[in-house]
């Protein structure tokens, strides 16, 4: 079955640090791909998302990039802040059922 | 602007009680699903509704129920909890189902089962 691998937290990175944040995925077909990020104390909001093939999505300095050759979706910034801390969830939809599929997570700490 | 509205936030029960996590979304919005999250599982899907009057189960149901008598408003019922059931649960929402559609999601609802 459809499925998203993550790379296990926590990540602990100095501010202004360069972040990747590795997530693969199994799928039949080509699903669309998405990053949803969960401030603490806060429900999951969308962070960016890619549709098809080399599509490449961004939002807040973040980018993703959809890779079909290598079945990743790979989460990059810059430059991360002290508000960038949060749990990172890649995603995929199931083709079949429309339904997100989740990651475990990944934990994101940046230290001033 | 409300958005997705869970209550309550924290909820502890003792084994065998019963008891309903409230959700109401004032966005129109017609795809309403329910999931949980636990460690190192991230979130699965417990039930959904494509619209007023029709649910249906994800991929965790059991010991869960579900209505849709309104748009607004899907409630998730917990029949007898059990300490299985420790869990946090989020209420999601989306314009309608899609394979591209944005979720919104509430803030969540701690929950510990005794």
């Not at chain 1, 973040?62 to 749990?87: C, I, N, P, W």
Request: charged letters at 15%.
């Amino acid at each position: 079955g459809n499925s998203v691998t993550q790379m296990e937290g926590p990540v602990t990175l100095s501010e202004e640090a360069f972040l990747t944040i590795n997530c693969t995925y199994t799928a039949t077909g080509y699903p669309s791909l998405f990053w949803y990020v969960q401030y603490p104390g806060e429900g999951l909001q969308l962070l960016l998302k890619a549709t098809k093939a080399d599509d490449k999505g961004s939002n807040k300095g973040f980018e993703a990039t959809y890779r079909k050759e290598t079945t990743s979706f790979h989460l990059e910034k810059g430059s991360v802040q002290v508000s960038d801390s949060a749990v990172y969830f890649c995603a995929l939809s199931d083709l079949g059922t429309d339904k997100l599929i989740f990651g475990t997570g990944t934990r994101l700490q940046v230290f001033p | 602007n409300a958005g997705v509205t869970q209550t309550p936030k924290f909820q502890v029960l003792k084994t065998g009680q019963s008891m309903t996590l409230q959700c109401a979304q004032d966005m129109n919005h017609e795809y309403m699903s329910w999931y949980r999250q636990d460690p190192g599982m991230g979130l699965r899907l417990i039930h959904y509704s494509v619209g007023a009057g029709i649910t249906d189960q994800g991929e965790v149901p059991n010991g869960y129920n579900v209505s849709r008598s309104t748009t607004e408003d899907f409630p998730l019922r917990l029949l007898s909890a059990a300490p299985s059931q420790t869990s946090v649960y989020f209420c999601a929402s989306s314009f309608q189902t899609g394979r591209d559609e944005k979720l919104f999601f509430g803030s969540g609802t701690q929950l510990s089962v005794l």
